[in-house]
């Protein structure tokens, strides 16, 4: 489910929207229909608009910054057969997986992990968490950004919740 926030909404509608002037009233309309929010996520204007200023990043959280560029690449690697990717020596070499990139980020579960993963480097968490292990109450703080405490905050939590972390 997208979780866009009231400003991010505005945004998106201000500048999808263009033949409009009554955005209030748009926004009411696909506020949580994600069915009208997907497509205007993909729309060309928007990567236009959040690189003509830097204030528009000041809008945005990272998440939907990479969400749409996630949706644009997935668009423009539909139209190639290949990738130029570089190689060791700074060689470019023609890969062939384009299509099958397109695709895997066709899936909107594939883009939203990759939205999140990207976002958690521009913006960390942290927190304390207390958790009880053979009768022993324990106490750690966390960093999203430090491996050791992720590997261990795995460890600890239950096997349901550790894809998401």
Do not use: C
Request: glycine fraction near 2%.
């Amino acid at each position: 489910m997208l979780h866009l926030s009231e400003t991010e909404i505005r945004f998106l509608v201000e500048t999808v929207a263009i033949g409009r002037r009554d955005y209030d009233h748009v926004v009411n309309l696909v506020r949580d229909k994600e069915d009208l929010l997907e497509p205007m996520l993909e729309d060309p204007k928007l990567v236009q608009r959040l690189f003509q200023s830097e204030e528009t990043f000041v809008r945005v959280s990272p998440h939907f910054l990479f969400t749409v560029l996630l949706a644009r690449v997935r668009r423009e690697l539909e139209k190639e057969a290949y990738i130029l990717e570089m190689d060791f020596k700074g060689k470019r070499v023609p890969v062939f997986e384009a299509p099958s990139v397109a695709e895997m980020l066709s899936d909107k579960q594939t883009r939203d992990y990759l939205a999140d993963m990207l976002s958690s480097f521009a913006r960390t968490n942290s927190g304390v968490i207390y958790w009880k292990e053979r009768g022993t109450w324990h106490r750690r703080r966390f960093s999203d950004i430090d491996m050791d405490d992720m590997i261990e905050l795995a460890r600890i939590s239950d096997p349901e919740i550790r894809p998401a972390l």
